[in-house]
């Protein structure tokens, strides 16, 4: 198993940068990748961005390309997404995945954190 804790969320002015955490214990062994999801209240969850723990490749969300930059450090098994300019539509609980088994671009995640609120106020 592995265990996903989220940080770094809170609340920020519009035009404010925010960088969010994921720590991965566990079986890290079995990380190949991470995932960031977010859910805006009243919307579904969705994807924003992901990175291949070998090789550092990254894809992003179409929408999501510019503003937010997906980062790891595999020796501290750890994630981060890098949000600047943030916008009020920001506003959202911000979630960390991982997946189970190793599939590039990444199809499915198996492993979750409980996520961390991200508030931008205009």
């Known amino acids: 198993q592995v265990q996903l804790v989220e940080s770094g969320g809170g609340l920020v002015q519009a035009g404010g940068s925010l960088r969010l955490s994921c720590a991965a214990s566990?079986?890290?062994?079995?990380?190949?990748?991470m995932g960031w999801f977010r859910q805006a209240p009243g919307k579904e969850r969705e994807f924003v961005a992901a990175i291949r723990w070998s090789g550092g490749s990254t894809y992003y969300a179409d929408s999501k390309k510019g503003r937010f930059t997906i980062s790891r450090d595999n020796a501290k098994n750890t994630a981060w997404l890098q949000i600047n300019s943030l916008k009020p539509e920001d506003t959202a609980v911000y979630y960390c995945?991982?997946?189970?088994?190793?599939?590039?671009?990444?199809?499915?995640?198996?492993?979750w954190g409980q996520g961390t609120q991200v508030t931008v106020s205009s």
């Open positions: 566990g079986r890290t062994s079995n990380i190949y990748g």
């Open positions: 995945a991982a997946p189970g088994t190793y599939s590039w671009p990444i199809s499915q995640y198996s492993y």
